[in-house]
């Protein structure tokens, strides 16, 4: 029994990976042998880091993919297949938030987090997945949220978007499992990144966020990483429609 996490010779792409926690899940990746395109719209982050993976000795790249983009995604789509001659690995990260009461928030605000959080898992599954159907495997992970499973008060928008994430995830499993393709999804609470920092600096709403949290500490970014890695290996085979919980317990109390 071999339960090493290799991912030698797999091409992944990474949607928002500049920075945060899809520039970690990218670097974990890499870590363990693959290749792994950074996709974002901040061009010279994504350059960065895949600047910083290559020089510590992993295989990455930067490319600029505006996630809600469908001919944006179809280039990617061809260039890669053009160069690679597959796609193993697709992480649907990229996400905004805009905290504000439904009854304050704008119309524009709540069309745009649908968009990026929600429709655009969909558009690079749907763009992605014919070249996994036509390999017969693929690995992809979405991010999800615990606020897809509860929520808080400003959240409306973020909550609908990621329980939208989490139906879709499902749904995605159901249609792609006869060809060989697993379709799974990691929500994570609050992880510490230079965002949620700033709310650990707010000591009112730090102290509420830690209350719910039974493990009473924001989560960091190796631990979101660990279980990406884990659902895009050979060890998530039988592993599929799945959210995985990424939470200090949040969702136990």
């Excluded at 797999?10 to 042998?33: E, P, Y």
């Excluded at 009112?204 to 990483?225: C, S, V, W």
């Excluded at 060890?235 to 969702?251: E, F, I, R, S």
Aim: aromatic share 6%; proline share 3%; charged share 20%.
């Amino acid at each position: 029994m071999d339960l090493n996490i290799r991912l030698d010779g797999k091409v992944a792409i990474v949607t928002g990976a500049a920075m945060g926690i899809g520039q970690a899940m990218a670097q974990g990746l890499a870590s363990v042998g693959a290749t792994v395109i950074i996709a974002d719209i901040a061009d010279e982050q994504a350059k960065k880091t895949a600047e910083d993976i290559v020089a510590g000795g992993g295989q990455a790249e930067a490319y600029h993919l505006d996630t809600t983009s469908s001919v944006e995604y179809n280039s990617l789509v061809e260039y890669l297949t053009g160069k690679y001659g597959k796609i193993d690995i697709l992480v649907n990260n990229a996400g905004i938030n805009r905290r504000n009461l439904t009854v304050n928030m704008p119309e524009e605000d709540f069309r745009k987090i649908i968009e990026i959080n929600l429709t655009g898992v969909w558009i690079g599954s749907k763009a992605v997945a014919p070249v996994m159907m036509a390999q017969k495997s693929g690995k992809i992970v979405n991010t999800c949220s615990i606020m897809g499973y509860a929520s808080l008060p400003e959240l409306s928008a973020y909550s609908a978007s990621k329980g939208g994430v989490l139906q879709l995830t499902r749904n995605l499993a159901l249609e792609l499992a006869d060809y060989n393709i697993q379709v799974n999804a990691v929500a994570p609470a609050y992880i510490l990144t230079e965002l949620t920092a700033k709310l650990k600096a707010n000591p009112a709403m730090y102290e509420d966020l830690i209350r719910r949290t039974p493990m009473k500490r924001f989560g960091t970014l190796e631990e979101i990483a660990g279980p990406v890695v884990f659902l895009c290996s050979d060890l998530a085979n039988y592993m599929t429609g799945h959210t995985m919980p990424v939470d200090g317990g949040w969702l136990c109390s």
